[in-house]
């Protein structure tokens, strides 16, 4: 299951890729928002984090207008490694090198196909391990200092 979140300015990508990942056959947690109504992206960059720090969901997406406020809110929560990606060349490696759980975009920035092309390099990319995992675990390691 992947969550998924935006504030107003990522609303209607958000649920153009809920739409897209649901007619794929992937199972998706709506975290919000619900509306174009103005509202607070790090109360829902939060909770879709918060599902995949606490194994609801195995990864998450969050969009705001530029994908920088809620990837920095997401990035909060213990657990989660958010990349803010526009071109699915970034999604790739930071799933391959970083072994991202959430993936940002910005609605502002680029549309549905790109979004798409992202979202689906993301999704189907797996971690390389090895080198990546000691740099991983040396990056997870800074939330304990």
Request: hydrophobic share 40%.
């Amino acid at each position: 299951m992947v969550s998924i979140a935006s504030d107003h300015g990522g609303y209607r990508l958000k649920e153009h890729i809920k739409a897209y990942l649901t007619a794929k056959g992937i199972s998706v947690l709506d975290c919000g928002c619900d509306s174009l109504d103005s509202c607070d992206y790090p109360i829902f960059g939060k909770a879709a984090a918060q599902a995949v720090a606490d194994g609801r969901c195995e990864k998450g997406i969050v969009i705001c207008t530029t994908g920088i406020g809620i990837s920095i809110s997401a990035n909060k929560v213990k657990g989660i490694r958010c990349a803010l990606c526009s071109e699915p060349l970034s999604a790739e490696m930071t799933r391959r090198h970083n072994d991202a759980n959430m993936l940002a975009m910005g609605a502002g920035m680029i549309g549905p196909n790109m979004a798409e092309r992202i979202v689906d390099t993301f999704l189907s990319t797996e971690f390389e391990g090895g080198r990546h995992a000691r740099r991983v675990g040396l990056m997870m390691d800074i939330e304990k200092e």
